[in-house]
């Protein structure tokens, strides 16, 4: 039975993942745009930080598969990890476009009045720094705005930094499996939802979350079926790639 007496839910129902999917280089302004494009007015990304502490945008901690660049993206100042190309391995028409900052995104959404969500993704043995300092600018970015990211992570002890720095931002756990006491560690982090892979969504998971007080949002939901089965079960959210098959309007 749905909770009646929850406060409505903020944010859109739709997602573009990383900017928009596939169809221009994730995590990239120019990712952004053409999202935005397709009508959506939410967004998830990606972000860690530079040696020198710069929050910027990235899925992988390898520079490899999406920009000119080789090693480890945290190894590199932000004035070198500028001048790499982040669109070139996409497509001819996105070659040369430049990584994003954390700071460069924020402008863009707010300027637009987008939401986000934030990943924070840290290179392995960076969870508590790239939770702090992840929280505590879109803290101040965010500041006197109506509507503040949502924070989310696989790692609690990036959620952990992230409440102890910012903590009236909203934090989401993110779950690939159902691992022991993880709807415990949620709701010790203070979290307002969990964000899990689609199919692990159920009824009895959906109205656990919701006894819990915690919403429901789902990644990476691509295929039609999926979405239709997911809004059967009256969750919150729908992270998605495919920001050209799935209409946002009304969302």
């Known amino acids: 039975m749905t909770n009646t007496s929850r406060p409505p ?123 702090r300092v992840v929280a505590e600018q879109a803290a101040h970015w965010w500041r006197g705005q109506a509507l503040p990211p949502l924070l989310s992570s696989f790692q609690p002890e990036a959620l952990k930094a992230a409440r102890e720095s910012a903590p009236e931002l909203p934090r989401a756990l993110l779950l ?25 969504w159920d009824a009895d998971l959906v109205a656990h979350a919701r006894a819990m007080g915690m919403r429901t949002l789902s990644y990476t939901v691509n295929d039609e079926w999926a979405a239709q089965r997911l809004i059967a079960l009256g969750t919150d959210g729908i992270i998605t790639d495919a920001v050209s098959r799935f209409s946002p309007a009304g969302s």
Request: with cysteine.
């Open 176 to 200: 690939d499996t159902l691992w022991e006491g993880c709807l415990d560690h949620a709701r010790a982090l203070g979290c307002v939802a969990l964000v899990c892979n689609h199919a692990l």
């Open 9 to 131: 839910w903020p944010y859109p129902r739709w997602i573009a993942h990383r900017g928009a999917g596939k169809l221009a280089p994730e995590n990239t302004l120019a990712a952004f745009r053409v999202g935005a494009q397709h009508g959506y007015r939410m967004f998830e990304c990606d972000a860690k930080l530079s040696a020198d502490g710069v929050p910027f945008l990235m899925h992988d901690a390898t520079l490899e598969r999406t920009t000119s660049g080789t090693g480890v993206g945290s190894d590199r100042t932000w004035s070198e990890l500028a001048r790499l190309d982040a669109g070139g391995w996409h497509s001819r028409a996105f070659a040369g476009e430049p990584l994003c900052t954390l700071e460069n995104l924020a402008r863009f959404c707010i300027a637009n009045r987008f939401c986000l969500n934030i990943e924070i993704k840290p290179t392995p043995g960076q969870e508590h720094i790239t939770g």
